[in-house]
């Protein structure tokens, strides 16, 4: 069990599993990218039945499915305040939707906390919150399961262009940025009196503030409206397979000027000013940076983000190549834990080292007790509170308020294991990242549940 086999696990990882710190020590480098030979590994897809990208598009069929599932209850209402009897509570709102969002983000938290791929899902979650979509919009509660497998998953050693195509496209993303809506002012939609809800900005000036690039990355609001242009038509429309189509009635007509090139109008245009981004030396600087932070530290070394910046540039956006380059970078296996984890990987962390394998019949409710946990702690998946998505640093996860709460949720967690060895536990979950101090701490615990929960409440157990 090596240190460089202990760094793997976590600044890479998940967090280890029994045994594993000992399988990556092998060769620690070689471990991590042959986790990424190939498109992420899918957590199952929601039972059949489910909304998945192609059903539930439209306002007007969400609208009518609700209506018709409510309308017993509400019957069932006007009878007994006819009667003067107790009403019936009202169903809640969105039923249907978090139901699918439970689904949906349950198979994802026990595939974390099980995966021999941590590498690869850590590389998911980057690029889901990176690319983020939240559920601060409700309809998106429907998507969001989907869009992570369609949109994300099968692109992490793929190319960016890739990746940032199969997110526009996808419905997640057009409903929580309002592209859906959105119509070209001169375009025969709205010449017909179809135009009431206009031009929207959203998704044209997230694509270039936020996903390619960045604030910084030499573009104006003329810029936003160029781009918002060229990406009317663009939508979800009923009877696709994926939901996504392009309504030539929507789309702005004519040349459009974005940056000072000149696209042409329709599908191609819009296309052509995509790719443009993708591969813009801008957004070359502007991922590489977030990927040094994310892997590396809150303020990262300009030689490691000058040579993530160079693979992308020269490859054309090759993740893979991307990922390798990080992996080999001498700054990523400093032994000094710099980064802190987040609520959900603080959370899978923790079921990893103590080796939960995700059977039993009460994995379902295993899965919402952490989602609550997790939830308590500030962090829900899917739920950022603006297109920024989480934030991936320490001072965003590290305040006393949100320490104690993790300590709690230490405490109720070790209660469950009155019997586990917290020796074992750090050597599996550790090794040789553990200190000698947490060591001793350790040794002069009370009891064995006090004594896991000082481990998952120390430093190195916070931080990766």
């Known amino acids: 069990m090596s240190l460089e086999g202990a760094i793997a696990t976590q600044r890479f990882g998940l967090g280890a599993r029994p045994g594993e710190i000992a399988r990556a020590s092998a060769n620690p480098k070689a471990w991590l990218l042959a986790q990424i030979a190939g498109p992420a590994p899918q957590p199952p897809a929601p039972p059949d039945g489910f909304a998945t990208a192609g059903r539930l598009v439209s306002e007007e069929e969400e609208y009518k499915a609700e209506k018709v599932k409510n309308k017993p209850a509400k019957a069932a209402r006007q009878e007994a305040e006819a009667k003067g009897e107790s009403v019936p509570p009202k169903p809640p709102k969105d039923n249907i939707r978090k139901e699918i969002w439970f689904a949906e983000m349950g198979a994802r938290m026990a595939l974390g906390c099980t995966t021999d791929k941590p590498f690869a899902e850590r590389l998911v979650r980057f690029w889901s919150n990176h690319f983020t979509v939240s559920t601060a919009k409700r309809k998106v509660m429907t998507f969001a399961g989907s869009y992570e497998r369609e949109a994300i998953r ?19 993303m057009q409903i929580y940025l309002d592209n859906w809506h959105s119509i070209g002012p001169n375009s025969p939609a709205a010449q017909k009196g179809g135009g009431k809800k206009g031009l929207n900005e959203n998704l044209g000036r997230e694509l270039m503030e936020l996903y390619s690039l960045g604030v910084d990355g030499g573009y104006s609001q003329a810029d936003v409206i160029a781009m918002a242009k060229l990406l009317t038509g663009w939508g979800i429309y009923d009877g696709r397979p994926s939901g996504f189509g392009f309504n030539e009635a929507r789309h702005e007509p004519g040349e459009i000027v974005l940056r000072g ?4 109008a329709g599908w191609d245009g819009s296309v052509a000013a995509i790719k443009d981004l993708a591969h813009d030396p801008a957004t070359a600087h502007h991922i590489a940076t977030k990927f040094a932070t ?3 530290a809150d303020d990262p070394p ?16 090759d993740l893979h190549a991307l990922s390798e380059t990080v992996v080999k970078d001498a700054n990523a296996w400093h032994p000094e834990l710099r980064k802190f984890r987040p609520p959900v990987e603080y959370v899978t962390a923790t079921l990893r080292a103590a080796g939960w394998n ?8 295993q899965m919402r007790r952490l989602l609550g946990a997790v939830r308590v702690m500030g962090e829900v998946p899917f739920a950022a509170p603006s297109p920024k998505g989480w934030d991936d640093n320490a001072d965003a996860w590290a305040g006393s308020d949100a320490l104690l709460d993790r300590i709690e949720w230490a405490k109720q967690f070790a209660q469950g294991l009155p019997d586990a060895n917290a020796a074992r536990l750090a050597e599996d979950g550790l090794g040789p ?3 000698p101090n947490t060591k001793s701490v ?13 481990l998952l409440a120390s430093p190195e157990f916070q931080r990766r």
């Open 358 to 365: 995700g059977d039993g019949e009460n994995r379902d409710k």
């Open 442 to 454: 350790l040794a002069k615990a009370g009891s064995k549940s006090e004594a896991v929960a000082l």
């Open 433 to 435: 990242l553990l200190t």
């Open 302 to 317: 300009k030689e490691s983000v000058a040579r993530l910046e160079k693979v992308f540039n020269d490859t054309r956006g």
């Open 261 to 264: 090139k000149t696209y042409p």
């Open 294 to 296: 994310h892997f590396i």
């Open 154 to 172: 099968p692109h992490i050693a793929g190319s960016f262009e890739d990746m940032l195509f199969a997110v526009c496209m996808h419905p997640a």
